[in-house]
């Protein structure tokens, strides 16, 4: 079978399940041959659905069709075709582990199974009846799936009554100690302004109560992981939750004062870390005039000589 015409197969799926236009392409046709593992050789009754991620899916592309992508187009896989994929029930995202992290290296895809079985009967005398029954269910298994990974997801307790939910993972635990443990400990009657997530940059933001202090952020600004507004003494805590990536140190701070230079506010800048084991890693990266807070010591504070 030609690799040309196997292209053409997935691009027919892709149409009779319904993707959009923008998922109708040669990307996305190569997406989903590699989600059935249908090499240029293989007939469409033989796919199978291995657990795959991005890069894997790029290689598959490369080897078996000739295609070959940038290494930077990762995200445009992600972004533009697997994250639809997922949305409209066609895939499953780490069915192997829900609770993976959404920016993990591990992250993996699979073909959902009714999805499997039924692309399996194209181009026989089944299909259109498969095809009819599928699409007959497919909402309810959208919804299923969707109810899966909102049970993954982190929650977290901003205000009384009202609650968020992140992308699992360590990052997002981070974040949820920082607005449940610090604020209740140093920000009592904070109002929580922004918590940055992995899966959706801006996570939680109340841009209103930000602009009424003077300060507005476009999408391309670099925000902290959380911002909370301390109103009894007029602060704005600027937040970096430590996991993978740096502290505040001296460029991250300018940067910070940059962004916020509008503030009506005094700005507190603060870097929290999961453990104090990981914070000595960072010891000599911390700017002055900043804050430390360790989640596993929650009561304490350190000072790099700052003044709030």
């Not at 001296?250 to 962004?259: A, P, T």
């Amino acid at each position: 079978m030609s690799s040309a015409r196997n292209i053409s197969r997935a691009l027919k799926i892709l149409a009779a399940l319904g993707l959009p236009k923008e998922q109708r392409n040669e990307r996305s046709a190569l997406c989903l041959l590699a989600l059935l593992n249908l090499g240029k050789g293989t007939s469409i009754d033989r796919a199978e659905s291995p657990l795959i991620g991005i890069t894997p899916i790029m290689e598959f592309a490369l080897t078996e069709y000739g295609k070959k992508y940038a290494p930077n187009t990762r995200e445009t896989f992600r972004r533009q075709t697997m994250h639809q994929f997922v949305a409209a029930g066609l895939a499953l995202y780490n069915p192997d582990e829900p609770s993976r992290p959404v920016n993990s290296p591990k992250a993996v895809y699979q073909i959902e199974p009714e999805a499997l079985r039924l692309i399996r009967t194209f181009g026989t005398g089944n299909w259109p009846i498969e095809l009819h029954t599928y699409l007959a269910t497919r909402e309810t298994l959208v919804k299923k799936y969707a109810q899966e990974r909102m049970m993954a997801k982190v929650p977290i307790q901003v205000a009384p009554g009202k609650s968020i939910s992140l992308s699992p993972g360590l990052h997002s635990e981070l974040i949820k100690a920082i607005i449940e443990d610090f604020g209740s400990r140093f920000v009592p009657n904070g109002i929580l302004i922004y918590a940055g997530d992995t899966g959706d940059k801006w996570g939680y933001y109340d841009e209103k109560v930000l602009s009424q202090l003077g300060i507005t952020v476009d999408s391309h600004g670099k925000m902290p992981d959380v911002i909370l507004y301390d109103a009894n003494r007029n602060w704005l805590l600027l937040i970096e939750s430590v996991t993978s990536h740096g502290p505040v140190d001296g460029k991250r701070h300018s940067e910070l004062v940059e962004l916020f230079s509008g503030s009506k506010a005094g700005l507190v800048f603060v870097t929290a870390f999961p453990s104090r084991s990981l914070m000595t890693r960072y010891l000599s990266e911390i700017a002055w005039e900043t804050e430390v807070w360790v989640a596993d010591a929650p009561t304490h504070l350190i000072h790099f000589n700052g003044d709030r």
